[in-house]
Nanobody, 124 residues
Framework: EVQLVESGGGLVQAGGSLRLSCAASGFTFDDYDIGWFRQAPGKEREGVSCISSRGSVRYFADSVKGRFTISSDNAKNTVYLQMNSLKPEDTAAYYC?????????????????WGQGTQVTVSS
């Protein structure tokens, strides 16, 4: 059974940093993407970033470019999202998702497996 477990969310002041982790387990495919998505109350889910098992990285939300960095530790099957210079508009539930591919996508329905999410709240 594929499992994704996010951690690292919390409450932070504007300008602060958080690092989210997504630990993946139970999958056997060699090529995969892990994406980060977020959903704020009353808003649609938004693709934030993605990293593939082949090392490709993409950032989908213009608002996070230059502030967020995605990385992975393949030995631990863990993907990280380092979030710096956080803004109140970054407040959302953050989810990681996995799919057997290597082309990276910011479109949620293309992902097969999802974590339970971790809340990020940025105060002004």
């Amino acid at each position: 059974e594929v499992q994704l477990v996010e951690s690292g969310g919390g409450l932070v002041q504007a300008g602060g940093s958080l690092r989210l982790s997504c630990a993946a387990s139970g999958f056997t495919f060699d090529d995969y993407d892990i994406g980060w998505f977020r959903q704020a109350p009353g808003k649609e889910r938004e693709g934030v970033s993605c990293i593939s098992s082949r090392g490709s990285v993409r950032y989908f939300a213009d608002s996070v470019k230059g502030r967020f960095t995605i990385s992975s530790d393949n030995a631990k099957n863990t993907v990280y999202l380092q979030m710096n210079s956080l803004k109140p508009e970054d407040t959302a539930a953050y989810y990681c998702a996995l799919r057997p591919s290597y082309s990276c996508s910011g479109y949620g329905p293309r992902y097969n497996y999802w974590g339970q999410g971790t809340q990020v709240t940025v105060s002004s």
